[in-house]
């Protein structure tokens, strides 16, 4: 991935207030469509997903890309400015960007940069690393890592968006896994354990499990 094509990550986690549950079923799909319009006329390419009886913290999930923070800044603006922006809360925001990766032998795009069509689940992390770890010699960080991606390689079914929060979110990383299978995706992870980068590991949560939905039908589920 060249420099010319980093491009920005927004994770917006969205709490919608109780009360939009008392709005006529009416007003609420015309507000559903006022959403619907923001998005699709954004110069921000944006995912939507459900997380309604997933978490306790969060009922949506707005998956923004963008060269320009200021366009998602931009979008999130107007977004507030519908009758839906008005009863929406963020209960979690991460930053993130792409870039090249130091271990991988081959450049491997993410499933959203490329243009392909987003899976049925996306699974949603922070990821932090001991300091320990940066202190390694790399060529010993590179082996370890081998041993990781090669793990990861047996489950092609689970597609991987890695960004990077290094100096401009809280964590190192952005994870975001893709599958249409979630026992698949839960598999991958259980052998990842098993590696020796596992031992590295400081913070891997909230783990955030995301139903690709529409946004109209996503605004009209939440009561």
């Given at each position: 991935m060249s420099e010319e094509q980093k491009k920005y990550f927004n994770f917006s986690f969205f709490k919608i207030d109780p009360k939009w549950r008392w709005m006529a079923d009416l007003a609420k799909e015309e507000s559903a469509r006022e959403l619907e319009n923001v998005i699709s006329n954004s110069p921000v390419e944006i995912r939507t997903y459900s997380t309604l009886g997933l978490r306790d913290d969060a009922d949506f999930l707005l998956w923004f890309m963008s060269e320009s923070l200021e366009d998602i800044q931009e979008t999130i603006s107007k977004i507030y400015l519908t009758v839906v922006g008005k009863y929406i809360t963020p209960s979690r925001v991460y930053i993130s960007s792409t870039r090249p990766s130091i271990y991988a032998q081959t450049d491997r795009t993410h499933s959203f940069v490329s243009g392909m069509e987003p899976k049925k689940y996306a699974i949603v992390y922070p990821f932090i690393k001991t300091r320990e770890w940066y202190l390694l010699p790399l060529e010993q960080r590179k082996q370890m890592m081998d041993e990781h991606i090669k793990t990861s390689q047996k489950f092609p079914q689970v597609e991987l968006n890695t960004t990077y929060?290094?100096?401009?979110?809280?964590?190192?990383?952005?994870?975001?896994?893709e599958t249409d299978d979630l026992h698949v995706f839960q598999d991958l992870i259980m052998e990842l354990r098993g590696t020796r980068v596992s031992a590295f590991i400081k913070v891997d949560t909230p783990m955030i499990v995301c139903v690709k939905k529409d946004i109209i039908p996503i605004i009209t589920s939440l009561g």
């Open positions: 929060s290094f100096g401009i979110h809280d964590e190192d990383f952005m994870l975001a896994f």
